[in-house]
């Protein structure tokens, strides 16, 4: 049997771990597996011609929020062009109701729901006994497959559901790159635990009863592989790296103890879970070494109670003080807008609390309702509207507009090219100096005139930006505060650029094409 494991990333810089989990357990099979990946951005007709002409017997896609809809409309044309083709679907979007997602798309075969990796050893098992037993070709139906468990499978015009699998022993999984080669152009994924010890109502997370780890040995030593091939970035896909304080400790330290002074490794971490103890390691740690993701959420108490989290959010925005204080590690913080009981007005305090900590970039992002997760099933409770398909993003609340989010949206525009991008931070404390100045208002008011007058209805250059920011100090500024603010900006633009396309910038001048 040929089977190809496959999926759409997001970018080309990411890869699949999930996959190379599956690639790895086969490793000794005697089933033909091979692994693909594709993004997004490749044109359909790409991979669909990619895909038919590896003429396998089975393909396998790994499903997110991200990639679902493109999978579903490229497998069932698949499906048409080689009906005796097997098609298979896994990951966490397929997890939930796997069962209806098969009644409602009869191109699908195969559905592996949860932890992949012993369910498709299994399965890869009884394909090659099938293939022996047919003299070396592939029957139409395999047996056995009641005992691959997690598997909702099709047979003879009818669903079947085995029982879920339960949470394997990690170290009973191979290391992926002790059979395949690290991708030097691309970010690798890495995984020392899974599970998380909260129960966030919006996160799949929620629905797993524990956290499970690696040895602590084990992860040193393929850290320290990492290490000797040199590779530009690890990222840590543990949902709360920190939640073990001596374990997160003992991985930090021997980071920084083997140090190649080229690798970055990326972390999730619990804010108000580091001890004086770690934050005092991790001030010690090379610029460049760590990058720490910190999910902040919101600042409203009543909120964050409603979605499973602690309600006291200081010690949150102490710590993340104290790790910005230090300078030497990239910070990353989350908002989510869309939860229960924030509104427009408290979610604008919210983004004024966590703006104000100057972290290196600050997501805004937006609810998704996804099946499975706690808050999927308070939806109606909390009067939530969402899109009816992948990414299943929030539409309104009961306490925001779908005006309101449409509204944040563009205001997350503004951010993302103002502040997490860089290049205007002189411009933006120019223009947040007086008392009182509030962030959201900030960016509320540039979402207005950046809308209002048109500029989003095409992709702009880094240059481009920097002439529509002062026609808005311009339009917005009291005119004995106006000549200050193009200073100001001249002065981002020259750090920003190299000195000769300042020349070219200033020579086409600051008109807005």
Known sequence: MKILLTTLNSQYVHSNPALKYLYTVTADSPVD?????FTINNEPAYVYGEILRAECDLVCFSCYIWNIEQIKALAADLKKAAPTLKIALGGPEVSFAAHVLAAQNSWI????????????????????EAESKAGGQMPVLIEGLNTVPGLVYRQEGRIYV??????????????PYSVLECEPDKVIYYESSRGCPFRCSYCLSAAEKSVRALP????????GYFLYKKVRQV????????????????IFRYLMDNDNGVSNFHFEICADLLTPRLLALLATARK?????????QSANPRTLAAVGRRENIYPILYNVEKLLAAGNIHIHVDLIAGLPYESYELFARSFDKVYALGADMLQLGFLKLLGGSPLYEQAREFKIKAQERAPYE??????????????????????SIYYNRGGFARTLGFLLAGPGASPFKLYEKLA???????????????????????AFCAETLPEAEREKAFAVLAADLEETFAAEEVRRFLKRGWEIA
């Open 288 to 296: 460049g070494l760590f990058q720490l993701e910190i999910g902040i």
């Open 448 to 470: 207005d005139f950046y809308y209002g007058h048109g500029f989003q209805h095409r992709e702009r250059k880094k240059e481009d930006q920097y002439r529509i920011l002062r």
């Open 109 to 128: 075969d195969y559905i592996f729901c949860g932890e992949g990796e012993y369910s498709f050893y299994r399965f890869c098992q009884l394909a090659a």
């Open 162 to 175: 085995n029982p879920q699998i339960e949470p394997m022993d990690l170290a009973l999984i191979p290391f």
């Open 394 to 415: 929030v539409i309104s609340t009961a306490w925001l507009s779908a005006r309101e989010l449409v509204r944040l949206k563009e205001i997350e525009k503004m951010l």
């Open 33 to 37: 597996v091979s692994l693909r990946e």
């Open 235 to 250: 990222k840590f896909i543990d949902r709360t790296f920190n939640y073990d304080e001596e374990r997160a400790y003992e």
């Open 216 to 223: 602590l040995e084990r992860v040193r030593s393929e850290l």
